[in-house]
């Protein structure tokens, strides 16, 4: 059973820049699509961007576009998104999840979820 | 961008009732690559529905998904205690995926 464990909460402060780690067992992530999701307190979900690992492919939610860069160490089978210039308005969970099925099949909805990062930006 | 709309915002119903769940999207989404997400509370969103009709591995067969096109359904029949949380579509057909604004199904 594939399992995405992420790294701790942090908290930070407006103006700097977090970056959150996802580590796949029991199965890869480097041939599938990788994508980060958050989800500011009391509200859904909102995409933020993609990579395949293997290719280097990245993909970005126009409304993170310059600000989130996403990245993936097919050596060690770990992803990670960087979000700069933070504000107030990036608190909240933030999630990686994996494709059901291997990238060069299209598309894929998203089937295995890490456990979450919170995020705090704070004075 | 395809934008997702999913109605009601909330529904409030009782073990053992139906519930139907829309997603109406902005355009047409490409060979119904359409999910549907279950999400409880302080837990990750897990997947119950692809390509609108097919269920997830593991998602009992009182959840059913139909539509096409701009308008797709999710229906639970008999809803039990675990059914009661959040519930999210997302289409996956564009390269900007996107998510709607969730329905919550609480107890009445």
């Known amino acids: 059973q594939v399992q995405l464990v992420q790294s701790g909460a942090e908290v930070k402060k407006p103006g700097s820049s977090v970056k959150v780690s996802c580590e796949a067992s029991?199965?890869?992530?480097?041939?599938?699509?990788v994508s980060w999701v958050r989800q500011a307190p009391g509200q859904g979900l909102e995409w933020m961007g993609r990579?395949?690992?293997?290719?280097?492919?990245?993909k970005y939610a126009q409304k993170f576009q310059g600000r989130v860069t996403i990245t993936a160490d097919t050596s060690t089978g770990a992803g990670y998104m960087e979000l700069s210039s933070l504000t107030f308005e990036d608190t909240g969970v933030y999630y990686c999840?994996?494709?059901?099925?291997?990238?060069?099949?299209?598309?894929?909805?998203?089937?295995?979820w890490g456990q979450g990062t919170r995020v705090t930006v704070s004075a | 961008e395809i934008v997702l709309t999913q109605s009601p915002g909330t529904l409030s119903l009782s073990p053992g009732e139906g519930a139907t769940l829309s997603c109406r999207a902005s355009?047409?989404?490409?060979?119904?690559?359409l999910a549907w997400y279950q999400q409880k509370p302080g837990q990750a969103p897990r997947l119950l529905m692809y390509?609108?009709?097919n269920r997830a591995t593991g998602i009992p067969d009182r959840f059913s998904g139909s539509g096409s096109g701009t308008d797709f359904t999710l229906t639970i029949t008999r809803l039990e205690t675990e059914d009661f949380a959040v519930y999210y579509c997302?289409?996956?057909?564009?390269?900007?995926?996107?998510f709607g604004g969730g329905t919550k199904v609480e107890i009445k």
């Open positions: 390509g609108a009709s």
């Open positions: 990579i395949i690992p293997i290719l280097g492919v990245t």
């Open positions: 355009q047409s989404v490409s060979d119904n690559y």
């Open positions: 999840a994996r494709g059901q099925g291997p990238a060069i099949g299209g598309l894929q909805p998203l089937l295995y």
């Open positions: 029991g199965g890869t992530i480097n041939t599938y699509t």
């Open positions: 997302q289409q996956y057909a564009s390269s900007q995926l996107t």
